[in-house]
């Protein structure tokens, strides 16, 4: 089974909208941690946000926002205002114990992407 | 600039060759993580070393093999090649181990592979 589900393959919006990236993960573990890495045209890879299992408060940088929600197992991101530069791949990762890492890495495991496209 | 600098950037080989791809990881990051990025998989974890010991194996094929150095720099050397080895090859750094990885990832810029 996936245990990082990005269902949303692309999404294209026009500058100024707002728009939500979809995340949801699977895990046994009752610790683990959730992250979102942006990845521009360039193709590096930029950390965005790092959230641990018992922390659900949500978080806003700018126009970044993220919803935590353990209820229903998901880590949803929200661009507003969305501007040409916020177009990129955005991937949501998840770490977890050992244990239930499959691969047993202490690395992340991640989702398949989301590609952003903002058009002007 | 993340810290980690991989190199080369950018390699056009044919099939059946093989090629090096380095990685020097953040000054002090004892961790160092091999990633894959293609069209169809995704970002696939490839092996993990630690302070110059293997840590982890995901999905490395066995054609493939790495090592980290006593310098912490690491190679993954990819043999016999394949078209399908077409792909984007990622090194991360961390000053962590253990999981769950409280802390991110450091990312190089990537070495493109192309296998012609």
């Known amino acids: 089974a996936q245990k990082v589900t990005q269902a949303q393959t692309e999404i294209s919006v026009v500058e100024k909208e707002d728009v939500t990236l979809d995340c949801v993960y699977e895990?046994?573990?009752?610790?683990?941690?959730l992250f979102w890495y942006k990845q521009p045209p360039s193709g590096e890879l930029v950390f965005l946000i790092r959230?641990?299992?018992?922390?659900?408060q949500n978080e806003i940088s700018g126009r970044y926002s993220w919803n935590f929600q353990k209820s229903t197992s998901s880590f949803n991101f929200t661009i507003t205002a969305s501007q040409v530069v916020d177009s990129a791949v955005y991937f949501c990762?998840?770490?977890?114990?050992?244990?239930?890492?499959?691969?047993?890495?202490?690395?992340?495991?991640f989702g398949k992407g989301t590609h952003l496209i903002i058009q002007p | 600039d993340s810290g980690v600098t991989q190199t080369p950037k950018h390699l056009i080989t044919a099939t059946g060759q093989r090629v090096t791809l380095r990685c020097s990881p953040r000054s002090g990051d004892l961790s160092v993580y091999w990633y894959q990025q293609s069209l169809d998989q995704g970002l696939q974890f490839l092996i993990q070393?630690?302070?110059?010991?293997?840590?982890a194996k995901g999905n490395i094929l066995e054609r493939f093999s790495a090592q980290q150095f006593p310098d912490l720099h690491s190679e993954l050397n990819l043999s016999s090649l394949e078209l399908g080895d077409s792909a984007l090859y990622f090194c991360?750094?961390?000053?962590?181990?253990?999981?769950?990885?409280?802390?991110?990832?450091?990312f190089g810029e990537g070495s493109r592979l192309t296998v012609l």
């Open positions: 991360a750094s961390s000053p962590l181990v253990g999981a769950p990885l409280t802390g991110e990832l450091f």
């Open positions: 959230r641990n299992s018992f922390d659900e």
């Open positions: 990762a998840l770490s977890e114990a050992r244990a239930y890492s499959g691969g047993g890495a202490d690395g992340l495991t």
């Open positions: 895990t046994r573990d009752t610790t683990y941690y």
């Open positions: 070393y630690y302070n110059g010991e293997e840590r």
